[in-house]
């Protein structure tokens, strides 16, 4: 089992910055792939990034590339950070941990609890 704590979120103005932060409770987490998602109010949870077990290859949603950065370190945390933050990605931005390398929400076997980020315009 591995648990998943999501922080870093908050309200902040377009053209701004964040960067979220999930920390894993788990020994193994190197072997994880792990993953941000997010949700927005009426819309199904969508893939924003993800991270090889490795940290050697990072993949994004064409909706966040170039602004956002998805980097993980050897004490158990993976981070998002994110640029030029538009209204649009305001949303509940989930971690998630799996076994899997996929865009599908399904394919994860961990999830936290989710961070609300805010954007104002």
């Known amino acids: 089992q591995v648990q998943l704590v999501e922080s870093g979120g908050g309200l902040v103005q377009a053209g701004g910055s964040l960067r979220l932060s999930c920390a894993a409770s788990?020994?193994?987490?190197?072997?994880?792939?792990m993953g941000w998602f997010r949700q927005a109010p009426g819309k199904e949870r969508e893939f924003v990034a993800r991270?090889?077990?490795?940290?050697?290859?990072t993949y994004y949603a064409d909706s966040v590339k170039g602004r956002f950065t998805i980097s993980r370190d050897n004490a158990k945390t993976v981070y998002l950070r994110m640029n030029s933050l538009k209204p649009e990605d305001t949303a509940v931005y989930y971690c998630?941990?799996?076994?899997?390398?996929?865009?599908?929400?399904?394919?994860?076997?961990?999830w936290g609890q989710g961070t609300q980020v805010t954007v104002s315009s």
């Open positions: 998630t941990a799996g076994m899997r390398v996929s865009t599908i929400p399904g394919m994860y076997d961990y």
């Open positions: 788990r020994r193994t987490f190197s072997i994880y792939v």
């Open positions: 991270i090889s077990a490795s940290g050697g290859t």
